[in-house]
């Protein structure tokens, strides 16, 4: 290179990572009152090391809430919780449930599962 060439250089910088909640799932899908069952729900690489709330409703997300289970530790890329089936106000044991989990710092980032 001649005299009073210049070298660039530069850093090419990565977009920041978004933290996503995804597949939440319960461990059964139809279970008597009183039986434990397992909630859990993925996080993006991102969410590590986050918190997650666990919200159960009866029948859907604007339903009756039944259960906030808070506080809940992504451990890699999964948390999960568990919840004693509980039959509220109906006096029948056909109901169905859904739960919301989301993000304890920001509510606006959840999933949900029936």
């Not at 451990?75 to 989301?102: K, M, P």
């Amino acid at each position: 290179i001649g005299t009073g060439a210049k070298t660039i250089c530069c850093n090419v910088a990565t977009a920041p990572q978004v933290c996503t909640l995804s597949n939440a799932v319960w461990s059964d899908s139809s279970v008597p009152e009183g039986k434990t069952v397992t909630l859990s729900v993925e996080g993006s690489a991102a969410c590590s090391n986050k918190l997650v709330k666990f919200e159960i409703f009866k029948g859907s997300i604007t339903g009756t809430k039944i259960k906030t289970i808070t506080d809940v530790p992504l451990s890699g890329q999964t948390a999960t919780t568990t919840w004693v089936v509980e039959y509220i106000g109906t006096g029948t044991s056909d109901l169905n449930y859904v739960f919301r989990a989301s993000l304890a710092d920001d509510a606006s980032k959840y999933t949900t599962a029936q």
